[in-house]
């Protein structure tokens, strides 16, 4: 019989092996680990106390740079005071209270919050009252769900059945039935090396006069976009394509949702791209940047209209059969306010308005260097696609990671072979530098 490993076996060069990445090539990792101990600011530390700049904001979601006192100060106070509140039947005050400051800072109309605790279950939580509310209306023929080509919303099955990455579908079966999607607004040959939102593709929104020709209006719930797609290679949304999408969705009653994990909270320089846009949604998802990453949380915020059609029948009955044991954990939302708090003190959706000057004019240096193919930029984030390798797509971005990480120390994000620059909102014109200048050495010395 085989002993049971002991804590010292951990030591041992194979400790890497119990533990299965997620959306990491484990092998690959576990030959050469990056490895990852503190964070500061702008910075993470590699077990060596080898400093390296964090150029993704972790996954999208450090919007005000790493381990801020003020958020370790609220998560550590809350935790001594009620670690944990049973969330169906009861509440604490904070969650209340961030439902207030949520609420009041999305675009008007959308005044009720529900929490989850991920973006993919943020997504999950706004598909099935996307259904529900149909049927609550008496549309209950509305089943169908609309998402895109390239699109991103998470991992659960609602989210990769709406989602257009195919590496995210293929393992996993038939998914859900009755969903379609639109095609991706991206097109290399049109908005190669665009700055900002591309000129072209608004009228991509008409595909959707399409698919309900198609269905027919009658079997469809609802539309789920990104006002900018972000794992899905950092698309940004061609000028005029969110405003057609609203009006063809009015026409034929469709809900419209935004899946804001990503560009929620300063990632486009506003607090939320429906803001950014002037385009209100029935629903716009949220996670990461609420708790500035600190501790898990996500979230739906949902126009009345929308919570008041399940607000009928005996009061004592459940309205919606659907929640999390840690919806709005009181950690979370402790650290969520200390975030929201920060956001407003240090003006960083302001200050990400001058970042984004800053990061599209040093980005787009990077074209004419050695395989890069495209470059785009929006609001804090931008991306660099690599040529991939014959017949090898990923390897070369991920050549590029690594170097990145141990030879330029930088920490980009990867997406195949597009390399995405999105740091903290409270880097400076010089922390960008550093961030691209890294990048374009490993460029160079890649082939
Ligand atoms: C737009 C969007 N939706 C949903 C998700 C899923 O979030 P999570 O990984 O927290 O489940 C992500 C994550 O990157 C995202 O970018």
């Not at 080898?50 to 904001?57: L, Q, T």
């Not at 590496?167 to 999607?181: A, E, I, P, S």
Request: net charge neutral; glycine share 10%; charged share 20%.
């Amino acid at each position: 019989m085989t002993a049971a490993p002991r804590p010292s076996d951990l030591s041992r060069p194979n400790a890497l092996e119990a533990y299965w990445l997620p959306f990491t090539p484990n092998r690959a990792f576990k030959k050469d680990p990056r490895i990852i101990t503190r964070a500061e600011g702008m910075y993470y530390f590699d077990q060596n106390g080898r400093k390296v700049m964090d150029g993704a904001s972790g996954l999208w979601c450090s919007n005000a740079g790493h381990c801020r006192p003020s958020i370790t100060a609220a998560i550590r106070a809350q935790a001594g005071e009620l670690d944990y509140s049973p969330s169906f039947l009861y509440g604490h005050p904070k969650v209340f209270e961030l439902a207030n400051r949520l609420t009041a800072m999305a675009p008007k109309g959308l005044d009720h919050a529900f929490f989850a605790n991920s973006g993919s279950e943020a997504c999950e939580s706004a598909l099935k009252i996307a259904i529900a509310y149909q049927r609550a209306i008496g549309q209950g023929t509305r089943t169908r769900l609309i998402g895109r080509e390239r699109g991103y919303h998470g991992v659960n099955f609602g989210g990769i059945s709406v989602g257009g990455m195919v590496n995210n579908r293929k393992q996993f079966g038939t998914l859900l039935t009755g969903v379609d999607h639109l095609p991706t607004t991206y097109n290399r040959a049109e908005q190669a090396f665009a700055r900002g939102e591309p000129t072209w593709g608004a009228h991509l929104a008409d595909e959707l006069e399409k698919l309900v020709a198609l269905h027919d209006a009658s079997t469809i719930a609802a539309v789920i976009v990104e006002p900018m797609s972000g794992s899905g290679g950092m698309v940004p949304t061609p000028k005029g394509y969110l405003q057609k999408l609203r009006a063809i969705c009015d026409k034929h009653s469709i809900l419209l949702i935004f899946d804001e994990v990503i560009t929620g909270f300063g990632r486009l320089a506003a607090p939320f791209g429906a803001e950014r846009y002037g385009v209100v949604p029935d629903m716009i998802t949220f996670a990461k940047g609420v708790t500035n990453g600190a501790v898990p949380m996500g979230g739906v915020l949902v126009k009345k209209e929308i919570y008041d059609a399940f607000m009928t029948g005996p009061e004592q009955t459940i309205e919606l059969f659907h929640g999390y044991t840690y919806s709005g954990h009181p950690l979370a939302c402790a650290a969520a306010l200390a975030t929201l708090d920060l956001y407003r003190e240090e003006g960083l959706f302001e200050n990400a308005k001058a970042l984004e000057r800053t990061l599209e004019e040093q980005v787009h240096s990077l074209k004419g260097e050695p395989n890069v193919v495209d470059i785009r930029n929006v609001g804090v984030a931008s991306a660099i696609d690599l040529a991939p390798l014959d017949g090898q797509p990923g390897k070369r971005g991920y050549e590029v990671l690594q170097r990145c990480f141990h030879e330029a120390g930088v920490m980009p994000r990867l997406s195949g072979d597009t390399i995405v620059i999105a740091p903290c909102l409270i880097a400076t014109a010089d922390d960008v530098s550093v961030l691209i200048e890294g990048v374009r050495s490993v460029l160079r010395a890649v082939t």
